[in-house]
């Protein structure tokens, strides 16, 4: 049920990108909690992306959950950052990241709901 999506400005070679999945799926599930099982994580190349006026490498991240609790966003937020600073070079005030709380009945899941 967690889902971590990541655009980013910096194309990735195909085994960073893999290994980048891996690494970002493990934290998900262990920041939230959560069995590895239900996390899903994206990364997604966007050239088309400007942040404080520049084109130097930058990041947006969303992640939704069922049940994100808003007092664990601060330990997410460096977590996520960290993440990213370690696995694409960019850093923390190059980031921004969304947090959503999805409603279980709004999150759908093998024919049913959550």
């Known amino acids: 049920m967690p889902l971590l999506r990541i655009q980013t400005n910096s194309r990735l070679p195909h085994e960073q990108q893999r290994a980048m999945l891996a690494t970002a799926s493990r934290l998900v599930a262990h920041q939230l909690g959560k069995p590895e099982q239900y996390v899903m994580v994206t990364i997604e190349h966007n050239p088309a ?66």
């Open 49 to 114: 992306m400007l942040f404080a006026g520049e084109e130097e490498p930058l990041a947006y991240l969303e992640l939704k959950s069922i049940g994100l609790p808003p007092a664990a966003t601060g330990t997410l937020s460096r977590a996520l950052c960290e993440l990213i600073q370690e696995g694409l070079g960019i850093g923390p005030d190059r980031v921004y990241i969304e947090f959503s709380d999805a409603a279980p009945q709004m999150w759908g899941w093998n024919g049913g709901t959550f």
